[in-house]
């Protein structure tokens, strides 16, 4: 019965190492997947990810968007790659954001006034960090039906867009009200944007 404690110990700490590895393991890659051809495999499980920010009715252009409805956009990034940036302020190659437009409404079950989202999802946007794989460093991709996407061509507005106003490595941090704060400590976000 000397042993006792000792196994006893050595039991709970092989559970214990047990019980983090399946808590490792589950986590989710940072890096994005592609196809053969280079197309981005779409994730799926993309609404489990880090929530971190909502927009309703937002443009970036001075002229009126012409919509005749209201556009509610959810922006999620992946897990492994927010630890990352609480610790560093930056983004890590792999990152990937996904901006979720669903319509919004006005009137609908006790609903009164203000907007809500609804079911109905426009084609979900993507922005991608690597460096390896893209010129600039980032890409974008449109998903529509959750098939593989090819990469948006080089030369679409949102780069240039991004690359001008973007106050986190052409990210829209400004608009995220929990990642803002971290990249002003670590000294990445740029104000002037």
């Not at 940072?30 to 937002?58: C, H």
């Not at 999802?121 to 893209?134: A, M, P, Q, T, W």
């Amino acid at each position: 019965m000397k042993y006792g404690p000792i196994l006893i110990g050595a039991a709970t700490l092989i559970v214990a190492g047990f019980g983090a590895a399946a808590y490792t393991n589950s986590l989710p890659e940072a890096a994005a997947r592609y196809t053969a051809s280079g197309d981005l495999i779409f994730p799926k499980d993309y609404r489990e990810w880090v929530f971190l920010t909502s927009g309703v009715n937002m443009t970036y252009s001075e002229q009126a968007s012409g919509m005749n409805h209201d556009m509610v956009d959810n922006v999620f990034v992946d897990p492994v790659s927010w630890q990352a940036f609480k610790k560093t302020g930056k983004w890590p190659e792999g990152t990937m954001l996904i901006k979720e437009p669903r319509m919004g409404a006005h009137e609908g079950s006790i609903s009164k006034g203000g907007t809500f989202q609804t079911e109905e999802v426009f084609g979900l946007e993507v922005h991608v960090k690597d460096s390896k794989r893209f010129k600039d460093g980032w890409a974008f991709f449109v998903h529509s039906d959750g098939q593989p996407a090819q990469m948006i061509p080089g030369d679409a507005e949102c780069y240039s867009c991004h690359k001008a106003s973007g106050a986190v490595d052409t990210t829209f941090v400004q608009f995220y009200p929990t990642a803002k704060p971290v990249a002003v400590k670590a000294g990445t976000f740029d104000a002037a944007k």
